[in-house]
Structure formats: C-alpha cells, structure tokens
C-alpha cells in the first residue's frame, strides 16, 4: 500500500479568491484581471477565466471599467464564456455587443442554448440583430429566429429549442440508443418528449421510469399524456406561476397548433420569478423597473422625474387641506407640529397594507374570491393598531403640551387614519388591477395623498369641532 506522503511532488496552483466574505467580487482578483487586459497578458487571464462559473465571469464583467470589457472579451476568443452576458445588467450587455464585432458575437451566440442566445440578442437594434444572424449557419439562424418572432415576455422568448423529441412507437431500447449515440443533444435535460410523425406534441416519458423500464418496451406504454405544457404566447410570469403550483422542472412548449417547439426549464423560471420581484419591488418605490444600477445618471435622473412631479402634485393636494385651517393653525400652534404625525403615520400603515395586496394580486393569491375576508382583516388590524396608537400618541400630546383635549384630538385622528389606511391599502390596488392599470406602479402616490388628506383633515377638523377653534 502507498503512503500519502510518498507521493511525487507536484505544484500547488493556488487557488484564487473569487468572492468576498459577502459575496461581493472580490476587488483584488478585479485588479489582476484588469492589469492583465491592459498588458494583453492571455495566460493570466486564461488561467483566471478558464474555470469561472458564467455568474462569477458575469459579476467580473461589471466590475470592470466599461472599456476594459470589450477588449477581456476579444482577447479570450473562444475561451469566453457568452453565457456570463446573461449574467449582466441590461446596460452592461448592450455596452458590451455595440463594442464588439457581429462576427465575434455570432461565434459566442453560436456555442450557446437558443433560449440564452435570444436573451442575449432580443435587445440589439434590429440591423445589428441581422448582422449577428447573417454569420450564423441556416440552422442555427431558424432555430434563433424563431424565439426571437415570439413577443417579449412570452415562454417563446425564453424557452430552449433544443428538446430531445422521440416518436411514441420507438421501444425503450431504441430510445436509449438513439440517447448515446446523438451528439448534439441538449446539455442538460430531464425527460423525453413524444411528438408523432407531424412533431404534435403526445407526452412525456420520465429518464428515470425509461432507465427501469426493459428494453423491448414501446413508448407509448410509459407516456404521461397529462403532462403541464406551456403554450409559446403565454406569459412568462404565467409560467413562473405553474411552475411553482406544481413543482415542475422542466416543461414542454407547444405551438398554437399542438406541435412541439422547445421547453421550458426550472433555471430559466428562477430568473423570471426574481426579474418579476425585483420589477415590483421598484415600481412600489416608483422607479422604472428597467432601472439597473449600470444606467446613466442623466437616464436615471429622467425616468424618476414623472413620479417625483406627481408627488409633487399630490404634496400640494395635502397641504392645500392644511391651509383650509390657516386661522385655527395660528390659534394653536401645537396643531402645526402634531398634524404631519397622524399623516405620517396612516402612509405608513397604507403602506405595508398596500405592499402586501400587490403582492397577493401578482401571484394570484388575492382574487375576488377571497378579496372581502383580507379587506376585513386588514380593516380589523388598522383599527386595532388605529386604538393603540391612538393611546400612545393622545398620552404623549396631552403630557408634552398640557392639554387633554388635544391628546383626545390627536387620538380620534390617528383612529380614523388607520381605518383609512387600512381601506386605501387594499382598494386602490384591487381597482387599479379591476382596471387594468400595474397596482404597483400606481398604488403608492395614490394611497399616501389618501392618508395625507384624511389625516389633515381629520386632524384638524375635529381640533376646530372639539376646542373650539374659529
């Protein structure tokens, strides 16, 4: 038996830190990758590149200096991994392709699945698209051709074209066969589709009931016909959601006529399902969901404009409220610096209420079936909090400025501004969605103008009704 110290000698390569404690791109390797692309040293930059996952090669991407990209790229070749172009911001990609050649592009694309080398194209200006796809052999032009027809945020857009079809009269053993002995089958895939002589999709066959089933066995005896399909047309937040319901992993995508076109699979759905929550949680903030943090300040500073201006807008709405009791603010000033209280206050509470209603509505979870009981229960925790509050913030009041009344005042306020908290949350985005207006791109001016105005309102209303103020 050998002894592990008495094997030879070799060298150690040492192992390169990629990321950071946070998982952030480590900036050390950042600069040796950029001091290598500034030397053209290729041995370097082969040895760092040559291993990397496409999401590490991507967050490197972006780390770099914009300039920087374009030549790591030229100067790696084929040794460039295209698939770390779907890693990057939007920007950063098209920044990158409007530097490179359309020969250099087609030879990238041309390593890749369809369904990442339509993502990495559907955004080029359509001359320079066909520039790329005039480099490309007829088969592969078709095969990105196709996804490429199909409108954006649909699962022909996204889906892979490269499925391992087989007809259902074929045996087990023949399938197997056919398994080993075809080169260019998919890189990963996870069952087998069935389609008849006119490639209609029929079924689906599982790799590990095919593997355990003995050779003689027709197809057609293991099929799943009830197998979930996706339609190319159907939108890819749909498909996000069938696959969640029923655990898929991969599914296959048919034509309007039933023929089978591609599939669908889990990591494709993982970066829809993130891309939909990211768009929502910026909408809910009012920024444009194709905001990246590569765009230009001058493109950032415009797109945030329109809200910010209607904010504006509604900010006058509240403090012309304000002004309908100049005179009882001048009587008591106390009124002055309790009122944004209350309003800030109910846009919080809104808030959260609202957040959690546009939310439900994007998956589905809030329908008409169920819209009345969460209206009531949310109704029920904003008077419940509405009570609280109102003890709280009526004890402080009275306490700071020595006058009951005014703790009572601000108390019925803070009540009846959660109570409309509760009901702003929850029906402007169910009318907005009842209209087909995004209730994430819309809801939050709303609901806050609503608790700003009742607040006021309510506020100082009931101080001039209750101490008397003219």
Not at 404 to 409: A, D, N, R
């Amino acid at each position: 038996m050998v002894e592990a110290d008495s094997a030879p000698d070799r060298p150690l390569t040492p192992v390169r830190v990629i990321r950071d404690e946070e998982g952030a791109i480590d900036l050390r390797l950042v600069e040796e990758v950029s001091q290598a692309v500034l030397l053209s040293d290729l041995t370097t930059l082969r040895a760092i590149v040559a291993d990397m996952h496409e999401a590490d090669l991507g967050a490197l991407l972006e780390a770099l200096d914009p300039d920087e990209r374009p030549r790591l790229i030229s100067l790696l070749g084929s040794d460039f991994d295209f698939t770390a172009l779907t890693e990057v911001d939007d920007a950063v990609r098209e920044e990158i392709l409007e530097e490179l050649s359309p020969e250099t592009v087609a030879e990238g694309v041309r390593e890749l699945d369809t369904d990442d080398a339509v993502y990495i194209l559907e955004d080029l200006d359509e001359a320079d698209k066909q520039e790329v796809l005039e480099h490309l052999s007829p088969a592969e032009r078709i095969a990105l051709q196709q996804g490429l027809d199909y409108p954006e945020g649909t699962a022909g857009r996204r889906m892979q074209s490269e499925v391992i079809a087989v007809p259902p009269f074929w045996t087990v053993g023949q399938t197997i066969d056919y398994l080993r002995e075809t080169a260019d089958l998919p890189e990963r895939f996870f069952e087998i589709f069935v389609a008849d002589p006119a490639h209609h999709f029929v079924g689906t066959v599982r790799l590990d009931h095919l593997l355990r089933t003995k050779r003689p066995v027709p197809i057609s005896q293991l099929l799943e016909e009830d197998r979930r399909v996706v339609r190319a047309t159907e939108d890819l937040e749909d498909v996000a959601r069938q696959f969640q319901r029923y655990n898929l992993v991969a599914a296959p995508v048919i034509d309007d006529a039933g023929r089978l076109v591609g599939v669908m699979t889990i990591d494709d759905v993982v970066d829809v399902i993130e891309e939909a929550a990211d768009d929502d949680v910026k909408q809910l903030g009012g920024v444009d969901a194709a905001e990246e943090l590569s765009d230009p300040v001058a493109q950032i500073a415009r797109s945030r404009f329109r809200w910010l201006f209607i904010n504006l807008l509604t900010a006058f709405l509240a403090a012309a409220v304000m002004g309908l009791f100049e005179a009882q603010l001048s009587q008591l000033v106390a009124l002055a610096i309790l009122a944004p209280i209350v309003a800030s206050q109910g846009g919080n509470a809104a808030t959260q209420t609202m957040t959690v209603a546009v939310r439900a509505l994007a998956t589905q979870e809030l329908g008409a079936w169920n819209v009345r009981r969460f209206f009531t229960r949310e109704l029920i925790v904003a008077a419940l909090n509405g009570l609280a509050f109102a003890l709280i913030t009526g004890i402080v009041a009275a306490i700071w400025f020595s006058h009951v009344g005014l703790g009572l005042v601000i108390g019925v306020a803070m009540i009846i501004n959660l109570l409309a908290a509760g009901l702003a949350g929850v029906a402007i985005p169910v009318l907005l969605e009842r209209f087909g207006v995004d209730p994430a791109v819309s809801s939050g001016t709303f609901v806050t103008t609503v608790t700003d105005v009742v607040g006021f309102f309510a506020f100082l209303g009931i101080a001039t009704l209750l101490l008397g103020l003219k």
